[in-house]
């Protein structure tokens, strides 16, 4: 499954108004957006070059350009646009055209009123969620950090066998407990905060090399960003945990909002501890966290 096609309707991405001299008006934005998906081999479907005001029409028109449903996106800043992809299995944007008030979007998970940061990728991200595919998010010089899934947990649960990865913290529940909680973390965790603990696959052969993100915590009545990171027993040593925490923070720092990453570590765990400091964390303090004396370290950024 993937994502090759943009169903539009030009018309009503028209943002011209009656004084001006112009009678159609694109959005900057939209324009780079357009040119942008053509370098990636997006097909545009404009809804009305071929009058397809019904998903019988609609239909007919992905057949004839050799797409499916399911690999498209839906571009629509009308509910009656929006009403022509009800039955059918198509992701969709909603866009808010100032010059169409008093639209519902009724069932849209996202709507963007400008299309300035709006590029490939969005549209990717947006069309994955739609089909449960996972995210990937950060790329380092060896690693991808992924979004996990429910197919990775055989994979997790020979990671935590390692007696390195459970001398400093939990292991994983039982296995229909552990399903349960992931399925809750991707459906809540990852579509409302955009990141989590990820899962660090080698970019060569897609196999397991630990676990390492970001989760948002209660720091002393405030939110706070807190960064983990595990990797396996034969990747250790290896230089993986300084290039994986490396590109954490960096996105950290661009994509989050906060101005400081936390990690709280075990005062026996040395290796974290040194990393931690290496990273250019500074010690805070000694807090109990579930019953457990931990050290807070913190970077600023």
């Not at 397809?52 to 009656?80: F, H, I, N, S, Y």
Request: proline share 2%.
């Amino acid at each position: 499954m993937e994502f090759r096609g943009l169903i539009i309707s030009l018309q009503e991405l028209n943002i011209a108004q009656e004084k001006d001299a112009e009678r159609f008006v694109m959005e900057d934005g939209l324009t780079e957006l357009l040119d942008n998906l053509y370098r990636h081999g997006v097909q545009i479907v404009n809804l009305d070059m071929f009058q397809a005001d019904c998903a019988g029409k609609l239909q007919a028109v992905l057949d004839l350009c050799r797409l499916a449903p399911e690999d498209c996106l839906l571009l629509a800043a009308t509910d009656r646009v929006l009403s022509i992809v009800e039955e059918m299995d198509i992701a969709v944007l909603g866009y808010v055209n100032p010059r169409i008030p008093r639209q519902k979007f009724s069932g849209v998970g996202v709507l963007v009123e400008s299309f300035e940061e709006v590029d490939f990728l969005f549209l990717e991200h947006v069309y994955q969620r739609k089909h449960g595919i996972p995210w990937t998010v950060i790329e380092t010089r060896r690693c991808l950090l992924r979004e996990m899934t429910l197919d990775d947990l055989d994979d997790l649960y020979q990671l935590y066998q390692g007696e390195s990865i459970t001398r400093h913290m939990e292991g994983l529940y039982e296995r229909k407990k552990e399903e349960e909680y992931t399925e809750a973390y991707i459906r809540n965790v990852y579509r409302f905060y955009g990141y989590g603990m990820w899962l660090a696959v080698d970019k060569e052969n897609g196999r397991l090399i630990g676990r390492a993100g970001l989760n948002q915590i209660n720091l002393h009545g405030e939110p706070a960003l807190e960064m983990g990171y595990i990797v396996g027993e034969e990747y250790q040593n290896q230089g993986y945990a300084t290039e994986l925490c490396r590109a954490i923070l960096a996105f950290a720092q661009k994509e989050t909002g906060f101005d400081r990453v936390q990690c709280l570590i075990h005062k026996d765990n040395r290796i974290s501890i040194h990393l931690a400091k290496n990273l250019g964390f500074a010690w805070q303090e000694e807090m109990e966290v579930q019953g457990k004396l931990l050290q807070r370290y913190e970077i600023r950024f």
